[in-house]
């Protein structure tokens, strides 16, 4: 009896031990992909920057609240694809449990 109960203990632990690793193996690559979307965001800051201090320098002069205003806006349209997109994925998953 104490042999089979140690022997179910010892299954339990192998099972943890092997999803600690799955897990482990999950956060690895979580902050490589955090790490990418970091450098990525800075090359695009980098070049936001720049592009908008050429704008600025060009003769004639360029209407900056135009563009900063088109910048808002297509900031938003990006937001309400991603809302969107999130929402169908979410239907989906909701859709395939059924």
Not at 1 to 28: P, R
Not at 39 to 60: F, G, M, N, Y
Not at 64 to 93: F, G, P, S, W
């Amino acid at each position: 009896q104490n042999e089979k109960e140690l022997q179910d203990v010892v299954k339990q632990q192998e099972e943890k031990i092997l999803q600690l690793i799955d897990k482990s193996g999950e956060v690895t690559r979580l902050k490589g992909e955090v790490s990418q979307l970091k450098r990525s965001l800075q090359r695009a800051e980098t070049e936001a920057k720049v592009l908008w201090e050429e704008t600025r320098k060009q003769e004639p002069k360029v209407d900056t609240a135009y563009i900063q205003e088109r910048v808002l806006l297509q900031q938003e349209v990006d937001k309400l694809r991603l809302l969107l997109l999130e929402k169908e994925d979410a239907n989906r998953l909701l859709s395939n449990k059924y």
